[in-house]
């Protein structure tokens, strides 16, 4: 009897045991068949990863909180998907490692979309233009890429500004040292106080920093290399992007993309949808 009941109780443990794990693996396949969004969503947070230093898009202000244009867009689509929108703060030149391990869901700041980066990560579409573009002292005496020759150039280690500079290998040799920064407003620094010749770097940031500072930069007509700007996701959390592309195109639709470019640009600058 006691062998009988024995193998009933080994085999009704052994049936407990696999509808178990049919119901484990079951809930697995559902979340996995779901996507990405179904994790953001348990979680009920997105995370965003930026250079904290990358006015107008992703910056500090007076109180040490994180705004900006790209900011104030991503917190409306974060509430449109109800989720609670957190702004990480990364080492840039390390960003793409920071996505990768899934320290963070998407970049989101100012990042240029080439076509290398295109193979490594799922971009949205366009959301803004830029250049890179060469910032000058106003007194420095140089009106044009040529007069850089010699010179002694900063640049945001990482940037799409570096990419720029090694794009154009005759203009690179021409110049006389890069010195690399772990930020624009560093450089920016720099400049001004006579340490830097030039500042290659966005032209958005630029065009940003000189209007709001006063300082006595200015911007060389001719540019380096027209870009564009979009929010980059891991390759397979394509269904999240496609996500926060279609409320984007909401959001412009609705005119909130125009009031908040309005309010950090004077103008609308979204080529969402366009």
Aim: proline share 2%; charged share 25%.
């Amino acid at each position: 009897m006691k062998r009988i009941v024995s193998k009933l109780f080994a085999t009704s443990l052994a049936l407990t045991a696999a509808v178990c794990m049919f119901a484990s693996c079951t809930k697995k396949n559902e979340v996995a068949a779901e996507g990405p969004f179904s994790c953001l969503s348990q979680k009920g947070k997105f995370i965003l990863g930026l250079d904290d230093s990358f006015p107008p898009l992703g910056f500090r202000d007076e109180n040490n909180n994180i705004v900006g244009y790209d900011i104030d867009l991503a917190k409306e689509v974060a509430k449109r998907l109800n989720l609670e929108l957190v702004c990480q703060p990364i080492e840039w030149s390390a960003k793409e490692q920071e996505l990768a391990t899934k320290k963070i869901d998407c970049i989101w700041n100012g990042f240029t979309m080439t076509d290398e980066r295109k193979d490594a990560m799922a971009f949205t579409k366009a959301y803004l233009d830029n250049a890179q573009v060469a910032v000058v002292r106003i007194d420095g005496n140089i009106n044009s890429l040529s007069e850089l020759a010699g010179k002694t150039i900063g640049i945001q280690a990482g940037s799409s500004a570096q990419d720029a500079v090694e794009a154009m290998p005759e203009f690179k040799a021409s110049l006389g040292e890069i010195v690399e920064l772990k930020e624009n407003i560093t450089a920016l620094n720099d400049l001004t106080l006579g340490n830097l010749d030039a500042v290659i770097m966005d032209q958005v940031v630029a065009g940003y920093n000189i209007t709001t500072s006063g300082k006595a930069l200015k911007i060389l007509p001719e540019g380096l290399a027209n870009e564009e700007y979009g929010v980059a996701f891991r390759k397979g959390d394509s269904a999240l992007r496609d996500k926060v592309q279609a409320v984007l195109e909401e959001m412009q639709n609705d005119g909130t993309v125009s009031a908040i470019s309005n309010k950090w640009f004077g103008s609308d600058l979204s080529v969402i949808g366009k």
